[in-house]
């Protein structure tokens, strides 16, 4: 069974600054898929970044980044220029891929990140 | 509509009774998910939908637990004789089969039960 670890229940940072999320998995599979998705006050969960485990070059997304260590098992999200609207909870996923298609998702427990003005 | 929608959007209801919460996934995707959100926690895998595959019922944390999905599109949960312990949001997500773990989720069903 698949695994994800979010260390980091709250962190806070100052607007334009820079944060970096952490996450950390366990998995004996090879392919496969992991993301970071955004979940406002409005409880609907927001894709943020997604990264496939074959590839090597780091996923990027406008002001989201991560930083994706295959054999650490690490792939922690860094928001750049922080602004008021990311304040949100973050959740770092992990999804199976298979030959017959998509699997469930399998979460982390979160990060609450303030964006403070 | 262009998104998943899911309702109600609230629900309290007491203890012992049953409830269903429904969702609306977007037209042509053919997997389905349900998950539980509990307060300060993540994101639990109730049960996933695949086209006309049997579905995946493994996250169904007991047999008070089930969910239909009819014609391949709208799903249902039902919960039978509701614990305090159900109270959570229910996510709901749909994707394409095959769309790279794009899925797409509903702003969720707050259940309370007292």
């Known amino acids: 069974a698949q695994t994800v670890t979010q260390s980091q229940p709250e962190m806070s940072v100052q607007e334009a600054e820079t944060v970096t999320l952490s996450c950390t998995y366990d998995?004996?599979?090879?392919?496969?898929?992991l993301f970071w998705y955004k979940q406002p006050p409005s409880r609907q969960m927001i894709l943020v970044i997604r990264?496939?485990?074959?590839?090597?070059q780091n996923a990027t997304e406008n002001r989201f980044s991560v930083n994706f260590q295959k054999a650490a098992k690490s792939f922690s999200l860094k928001i750049s220029d922080s602004q008021l609207g990311d304040t949100a909870m973050y959740f770092c996923?992990?999804?199976?891929?298979?030959?017959?298609?998509?699997?469930?998702?399998?979460f982390g427990k979160g990060t609450r990140l303030s964006v403070i003005a | 509509g262009a998104g998943v929608s899911q309702s109600p959007s609230n629900k309290v209801t007491e203890k012992g009774k049953d409830v269903e919460l429904r969702c609306d996934p977007i037209?042509?995707?053919?997997?389905l998910y349900w998950y539980r959100q509990s307060l300060g926690q993540g994101l639990e895998f109730l049960i996933y939908?695949?086209?006309?595959?049997?579905?995946?019922k493994s996250g169904l944390p007991s047999d008070r637990f089930s969910a239909e999905r009819t014609g391949g599109s709208v799903s249902t949960l039902t919960i039978q004789r509701t614990q305090q312990e159900d109270s959570a949001v229910y996510l709901c997500?749909?994707?394409?089969?095959?769309?790279?773990?794009?899925?797409?989720f509903g702003q969720g069903t707050r259940l309370t039960v007292v």
């Open positions: 998995t004996s599979e090879n392919n496969y898929y």
């Open positions: 996923a992990f999804m199976k891929l298979l030959n017959s298609g998509n699997t469930p998702l399998v």
């Open positions: 997500a749909s994707s394409l089969k095959s769309s790279a773990g794009r899925a797409f």
């Open positions: 939908f695949q086209g006309n595959s049997a579905p995946d």
């Open positions: 037209s042509g995707h053919t997997a």
């Open positions: 990264q496939e485990a074959y590839k090597q």
